[in-house]
């Protein structure tokens, strides 16, 4: 299974959503080791984790962070949607299925979208500030980018957004009901990202607690009014 997904091959769509930047560029593992020989004169990019239940607003927040400050928003969800989505993907079902039941796709599969989207956005964009939204959620997650890329990263801080799951699940449920198209925002995949977000994700923030750097927000005002303890975060 490693070595498959070794070969993953993504390709990540070049456009202007929220305030991303995409870059068009199709990968393998072969291409990968390549710009991974490219990227010795890459800046090291800095990193803030964005971390928070399923629809406590991590997503609507980054896009505000874009806006002022001139990050590059990466969401490891949308990544995932993006390569399930993939014609010819052979991740495709694996990814479904992991969303649909809200459990953690294994890591080797994250971590090399993450790291392509990284490699080729600062390759083009020259921007090296990245917002990686809804990772790492899980011990899997946590140890893979320990091992994968974190002495090649600046982990700045990790943002975790505050909301009770019952505000959170009605945010989901009105995302869906207004046409999101995702295959998790129903009550019974809902139920399933709770118990992971709550058994699997808490201990990761737990961990970066314990590192201090954990910066919490009270993600139950209004989405200015988050901002306003968000811009606080990022002005130095
Ligand atoms: N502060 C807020 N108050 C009310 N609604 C909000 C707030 N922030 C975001 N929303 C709405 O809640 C829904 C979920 O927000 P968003 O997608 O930003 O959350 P998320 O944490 O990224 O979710 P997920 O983890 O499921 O991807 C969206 O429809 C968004 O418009
Ligand atoms: O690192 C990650 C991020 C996400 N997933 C899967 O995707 C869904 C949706 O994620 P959102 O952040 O809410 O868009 C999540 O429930 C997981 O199934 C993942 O496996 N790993």
Same mark, same amino acid.
């Given at each position: 299974m490693l070595d498959n997904l070794l070969r993953l091959s993504s390709v990540i769509g070049r456009f202007a959503q929220k305030g991303q930047v995409r870059i068009l560029s199709k990968l393998s593992v072969e291409n990968s080791a390549k710009s991974c020989r490219g990227k010795m004169s890459l800046p090291k990019p800095n990193i803030v984790f964005v971390l928070g239940a399923p629809g406590s607003g991590k997503g609507t927040q980054c896009e505000k962070i874009?806006?002022?400050?001139?990050?590059?928003?990466?969401?490891?969800?949308d990544l995932?949607?993006?390569? &399930? *989505?993939?014609?010819?993907? !052979?991740y495709g079902e694996l990814?479904?299925?992991?969303?649909? =039941?809200?459990?953690?796709?294994?890591?080797?599969v994250t971590c090399a979208l993450l790291e392509n989207a990284m490699t080729q956005n600062m390759?083009?964009?020259?921007?090296?500030?990245?917002?990686?939204?809804?990772?790492p959620r899980n011990q899997d997650n946590l140890d893979g980018w320990q091992?994968?890329?974190?002495?090649?990263?600046?982990?700045?801080?990790?943002?975790?957004?505050?909301?009770?799951?019952?505000?959170c699940v009605?945010?989901?449920?009105?995302?869906?009901?207004?046409?999101?198209? &995702? *295959?998790?925002?129903n009550i !019974?995949?809902?139920?399933?990202?709770?118990?992971?977000?709550? =058994?699997?994700?808490?201990?990761?923030?737990?961990?970066?607690k314990e590192q201090n750097l954990v910066r919490e927000v009270d993600a139950t005002k209004n989405p200015d009014e988050v901002f306003e303890d968000v811009k606080v975060l990022f002005a130095d």
């Open positions: 874009v806006k002022n400050f001139g990050y590059v928003h990466l969401s490891a969800g995932l949607r993006e390569e &399930r *989505s993939r014609e010819g993907s !052979e990814i479904e299925n992991y969303i649909r =039941n809200g459990k953690i796709v294994p890591v080797d390759k083009v964009s020259g921007k090296d500030s990245f917002l990686i939204d809804g990772f091992r994968r890329m974190s002495e090649k990263v600046n982990l700045k801080f990790v943002i975790v957004f505050n909301c009770p799951e019952d505000a009605e945010r989901c449920i009105n995302r869906g009901k207004s046409g999101s198209n &995702r *295959s998790d925002d !019974e995949s809902l139920k399933k990202r709770f118990d992971t977000f709550i =058994n699997d994700s808490l201990p990761i923030i737990n961990h970066y």
